[in-house]
């Protein structure tokens, strides 16, 4: 069922040319939750801009458990489109294979879609086009920064999910209510303490020091200048000798889990509720967490653009976001979805769906790039080249 999550172990080349067409940012969205987007120079892709004949075909790149024939086969009966799935491990191969063109849709997540925006690789979205994009659309999923370009939407909202504090009650006894227990040196749980691994968990230390180290001035954790980078590095670096493993594949956290290696460290509520075990639980602490945020978004040379707006509208129903949502374990992008009976209803109350409180206090991947996307005019950010290479640093 599950596919890793982006590793974010991009390519220079990527970097590159990210960086040359991100320039003259500017963004007053400096909170989790806001929207408004960025107002960047990127390529003028044109926009679709009426249906016409369905194509034969739609080829689509995927997170595994997103174009099933549950829903698939249903969509080519309907349209005529048959679909073929491409399943990605992460973003990087996902930009990877939406550069060379093959390819009509993607299920990006915010680590990608400021590249494939730069890059020329989408085109902005018509809307019009889209009738279930409407007010059952969840708020925290319209309009955010890393999908929303010069007031233009390039992304159909498909589902979200925060990177939770996990632990085992069993030995984690009175229930943590901050990161302090994952990163400060003195915690109690030294060697049983589990961190993610990649580069883009550097914005998981950017945001405990935005609670605990106010001096620094981090208000956006994908937003570190030089000074603010280097703190998140030392914090990683210290968290470094008190973890007993890192983990990318989900598999792969489940087992440290519930073999005893890990007692506490970052998860996904779907990871928790895999093991199966009550004595698992988790809690979103008070500084707050990063997250992740999946749409569709068109290619930009597709070449079955009618039938790649009708798949982004079939998958925003009620019934088809949700069986996408429950088959990945996520919140829905289509609050509907939860009203559709008591079985949605508890998928939808188990992910937070629509507690947009709760979701105010997740900061959702971005592609970190060097325009400060919390509105800073001062100062020059660090961009994805330079947080992978100090991610390697921590691990050394």
């Keep these: 069922m599950f596919s890793g999550r982006p590793t974010m172990l991009a390519g220079a080349a990527f970097v590159a040319a990210a960086a040359l067409a991100l320039t003259g940012c500017s963004t007053d969205a400096a909170a989790p939750g806001s929207s408004g987007g960025l107002s960047i120079d990127v390529p003028d892709v044109p926009t679709h801009s009426a249906m016409g004949d369905m194509e034969k075909e739609l080829n689509i790149v995927a997170w595994s458990g997103f174009v099933e024939p549950a829903w698939s086969d249903q969509f080519t009966a309907d349209t005529g489109c048959t679909v073929n799935r491409r399943v990605a491990g992460t973003s990087d191969e996902m930009v990877q294979l939406m550069r060379t063109g093959d390819y009509d849709l993607v299920s990006a997540s915010g680590d990608a879609s400021l590249r494939l925006i730069a890059g020329g690789d989408v085109a902005p979205i018509n809307l019009d086009l889209v009738p279930n994009f409407g007010d059952d659309i969840v708020p925290g999923m319209k309009g955010q920064i890393y999908d929303t370009i010069n007031g233009k939407s390039y992304g159909v909202p498909i589902g979200r999910g925060a990177n939770i504090l996990q632990y085992n009650s069993e030995v984690v006894t009175e229930t943590p209510t901050s990161w302090d227990v994952a990163w400060e040196a003195d915690s109690p749980y030294a060697g049983q303490i589990i961190g993610y691994d990649a580069p883009i968990y550097i914005a998981d230390a950017a945001v405990y020091l935005m609670a605990h180290e106010p001096d620094l001035g981090i208000t956006n954790p994908y937003a570190l200048d030089q000074t603010q980078l280097d703190a998140a590095i ?25 073999g005893g290696t890990t007692n506490l460290g970052t998860s996904w509520e779907i990871l928790r509720k ?22 569709w978004m068109i290619g930009a040379e597709s070449k079955s653009p009618n039938c790649a707006y009708a798949w982004m509208d079939y998958t925003s129903s009620p019934e088809v976001n949700g069986a996408i949502a429950m088959n990945f374990g996520m919140a829905p992008a289509n609050a509907a979805f939860c009203e559709l009976n008591d079985e949605a209803a508890a998928h939808c109350d188990y992910f937070n769906a629509t507690d947009e409180e709760y979701f105010e206090k997740v900061w959702f991947w971005t592609t970190p790039i060097e325009q400060c996307i919390d509105g800073r005019t001062d100062a020059v950010c660090t961009n994805f080249q330079q947080w992978t290479d100090a991610w390697l640093t921590v691990k050394s």
């Design 274 to 295: 895999l093991t199966g075990e009550d004595k698992f639980k988790s809690v979103l602490p008070s500084e707050g967490s990063t997250g992740w945020s999946d749409a």
């Design 234 to 258: 030392k914090l990683l670096k210290q968290q470094n000798k008190i973890v007993s493993e890192y983990w990318a594949d989900p598999a792969a956290q489940i087992t440290s889990f519930m």
